[in-house]
C-alpha cells in the first residue's frame, strides 16, 4: 500500500495513550495527521484487599476469562509465581482474538476464543461455552463492565465472580486544539474505539454542536448507534472491530473516497 494513502487527513486519535501508539504510527507512515486527544485513561484498581483474596482462590475455579488485553496486562501483573501457575491449570478463555495475543505473548495458552468477533456475544455463541453445570469460572475485567458475560455463564449453570483489575476514567484533556483544528477546517475525522470513550469525548469537550458534524471512525455497529443517539450526523464509517487492523482498512477506504 503507497505510502500516501491517507495524505494530509487529520484523525482525531481517542484510544488510550498507552495503546494508540500503533494505530498513530500507522496513520503518519501513509501521511495521515495525528491528533491525540485520549479519551478514556486506564489504570490499576486500588482495591488491593479485595483482589488479594480473590486470587487466593484460584486453585477453586475451573476457567478464568479475560475481557481485553487491559484485564491480561493489569490482572497478569498481579500474580505472584506460584499464583501464575495456577493460573496456567485453568482454561483460559479470551473475549476476541486480540486479547487472545496477549494472553500468548505472556505465554499463557487461551482455549476458548471466538473464532470471529470480539463481544461477549460472539464468546458466548462458542459451543464450548454452552453447558457449564458446576464449573467455577473467574473473570478478569475493568470496573464497571457489562453483566451480559456473566449472567449468561450463570443461566448455563456455572458459579461466576469478577476481579476487576482495571479502572477506566475520564482524563482531563486541553479542548483548545481541538476547537483550533476545527475551526481551521483541519479536523477530517474521529476514530472511536469505545462506546464510553465517545460519550467522555462530549463530556470532555462540553458537548457543542460543532463536534457531532465531524465524521466518525467507529469500531463496531453498536458505536455508530451510541453516536446516533448521542446526536451525531456526520459520516459515519464502521471497521469491523476496534483493532487497529479493522480501523486503518475503513479509514483507507473512506479516505479514497473522502479525496475523490
Sequence with gaps: ????????????????????VMFQQQLLQHGGRVLAYP???????????????????????DAAIFIS???????????DTS?????????????GSKTARSLQAAGLRPVWVPATGF????????????????????????EGGRELLADTLRQRGASVDYLDVYQRICPKNDISELKHHHDNQQLDIIAI??????????????????????????????MATTARKAGFTGRMV???????????AALSQWAQEFSR
Design 1 to 20: 500500500m503507497p505510502n500516501n494513502t491517507l495524505q494530509g487527513l487529520s484523525v482525531v486519535v481517542t484510544r488510550p495513550a498507552h495503546q494508540a
Design 39 to 61: 479519551a478514556i485513561a486506564v489504570q490499576a484498581c486500588t482495591n488491593l484487599h479485595q483482589i488479594t483474596a480473590r486470587l487466593a482462590q484460584l486453585p477453586d475455579y
Design 69 to 79: 488485553s487491559n484485564a491480561v496486562q493489569f490482572g497478569l501483573a498481579l500474580l
Design 83 to 95: 499464583q501464575r501457575a495456577q493460573l496456567q491449570q485453568l482454561t483460559l478463555g479470551a473475549i
Design 119 to 142: 463481544t461477549s456475544e460472539d464468546f458466548l455463541a462458542m459451543p464450548a461455552v454452552q453447558h457449564l453445570t458446576n464449573r467455577r469460572i473467574v473473570i478478569f475485567r475493568g
Design 193 to 222: 474505539t469505545s462506546s464510553e470513550g465517545l460519550l467522555n469525548l462530549l463530556t470532555l469537550l462540553g458537548n457543542p454542536e460543532w463536534i457531532k458534524t465531524v465524521p466518525l471512525l467507529v469500531g463496531s455497529q453498536r
Design 238 to 248: 464502521i471497521a469491523d472491530n476496534p483493532g487497529d487492523e479493522a480501523m486503518f
